[in-house]
């Protein structure tokens, strides 16, 4: 091997985005490229730019990384990151590029994150969880014919002479690629899935009663393993979880409903009502009463 030779670096590396907002598509083209031919050197591209080798294989550095992306892999190369041809291709390769943006909040890192979106979503009439997009830096296709055909119909859809039309053709077909894509059961390890899994049955059975041994005994996981992973996802234990949860419940019913504090504290998992009051002010810095009583003052007359 010659001493100036680059290595490629293995990069398992997760990029991490926080939805909403939800990404928007803005353009793509299938490119063909003869050997020899190099990537064009870009540092200004203010989206993200998805690379999907379909033959060949492409030789791209990015924040002085090296990559091989052979046929049948994607690439994800993040916004204003100066990439760049590592080196010329060595064969006939042709690849799918996507470019899609977001003001949204993202990182990336050796493993997935779970972000909070910064837009406020209202629960007084309505109420959505808010969601991480998931997706390997540099992955092998499982699923790459099903994937190729889905570019295929985005692409076509920008070919669509009416523009008001192909805008949502565009943004539908471009979701339905990027729910595939995030689905190739690689951008989230094991403890990912089982924190994700603790999460959702805390959500489902918030209004019961919810211990370590409990969560311990339904996934036959020890309580030191799930307290690991939640902290690593979720940046709490598994118990702080529930608790957040079902204050932000009660704090919904509060809004939607006359039920008494003592209902919603039963309702929401709070067998004790004084601390469910406590917990309540030491997290929104106001009683559930006066909380209740100061939102309905300030909405009063609206529709």
Same mark, same amino acid.
């Given at each position: 091997m010659l001493e100036d030779e680059k290595i490629e670096v293995i990069c398992m590396e997760i990029v991490s985005i926080a939805v909403p907002p939800f990404p928007i598509f803005i353009e793509g083209n299938i490119t063909k490229y003869e050997k020899g031919t190099s990537h064009p050197n870009r540092s200004d591209l203010e989206y993200f730019d998805i690379i999907f080798v379909k033959k060949g294989k492409l030789y791209l550095t990015e924040k002085g990384k090296d990559f091989t992306v052979n046929k049948n892999e994607m690439l994800v190369l993040l916004p204003l990151k100066h990439h760049f041809s590592t080196r010329p291709t060595d064969e006939e390769t042709e690849f799918y590029w996507l470019h899609f943006y977001t003001n949204s909040y993202y990182t990336e890192g050796d493993e997935p994150r779970k972000l909070k979106s910064d837009i406020p979503i209202p629960s007084l009439h309505f109420h959505n969880h808010s969601y991480t997009l998931q997706l390997q830096k540099k992955c092998k296709l499982v699923d790459y014919e099903e994937i190729y055909k889905k570019i295929d119909q985005?692409?076509?859809?920008?070919?669509? /002479?009416?523009?008001?039309? &192909? +805008?949502?053709?565009?943004?539908? $077909?471009? *979701?339905?690629?990027?729910?595939?894509?995030?689905?190739?059961?690689?951008?989230?390890?094991?403890?990912?899935?089982?924190?994700?899994?603790?999460?959702?049955?805390?959500?489902?059975?918030?209004?019961?009663?919810?211990?370590?041994?409990?969560?311990?005994?339904?996934?036959?996981?020890?309580?030191?393993?799930?307290?690991?992973?939640?902290?690593?996802?979720?940046?709490?234990?598994?118990?702080?979880?529930?608790?957040?949860?079902?204050?932000?419940?009660?704090?919904?019913?509060?809004?939607?409903?006359?039920?008494?504090?003592?209902?919603?504290? /039963?309702?929401?998992?709070? &067998? +004790?009502?004084?601390?469910?009051? $406590?917990? *309540?002010?030491?997290?929104?810095?106001?009683?559930?009463?006066?909380?209740?009583?100061?939102?309905?003052?300030?909405?009063?007359g609206k529709g």
């Amino acid at each position: 091997m010659l001493e100036d030779e680059k290595i490629e670096v293995i990069c398992m590396e997760i990029v991490s985005i926080a939805v909403p907002p939800f990404p928007i598509f803005i353009e793509g083209n299938i490119t063909k490229y003869e050997k020899g031919t190099s990537h064009p050197n870009r540092s200004d591209l203010e989206y993200f730019d998805i690379i999907f080798v379909k033959k060949g294989k492409l030789y791209l550095t990015e924040k002085g990384k090296d990559f091989t992306v052979n046929k049948n892999e994607m690439l994800v190369l993040l916004p204003l990151k100066h990439h760049f041809s590592t080196r010329p291709t060595d064969e006939e390769t042709e690849f799918y590029w996507l470019h899609f943006y977001t003001n949204s909040y993202y990182t990336e890192g050796d493993e997935p994150r779970k972000l909070k979106s910064d837009i406020p979503i209202p629960s007084l009439h309505f109420h959505n969880h808010s969601y991480t997009l998931q997706l390997q830096k540099k992955c092998k296709l499982v699923d790459y014919e099903e994937i190729y055909k889905k570019i295929d119909q985005l692409l076509l859809a920008t070919t669509n /002479e009416n523009k008001e039309l &192909s +805008f949502w053709e565009i943004q539908i $077909s471009f *979701f339905s690629l990027i729910n595939l894509l995030e689905s190739q059961g690689m951008a989230k390890d094991s403890g990912y899935i089982i924190s994700e899994k603790v999460a959702q049955f805390i959500r489902d059975h918030y209004h019961k009663p919810i211990t370590n041994t409990m969560l311990a005994e339904q996934f036959n996981i020890h309580e030191n393993t799930i307290a690991k992973y939640m902290k690593r996802f979720y940046k709490v234990t598994a118990l702080d979880y529930l608790n957040t949860y079902r204050l932000e419940q009660a704090r919904i019913l509060l809004l939607k409903t006359n039920y008494s504090i003592q209902s919603i504290a /039963e309702q929401c998992g709070f &067998s +004790f009502g004084p601390y469910f009051s $406590s917990a *309540f002010k030491k997290t929104y810095g106001i009683s559930p009463l006066n909380y209740r009583k100061l939102h309905m003052r300030n909405v009063k007359g609206k529709g």
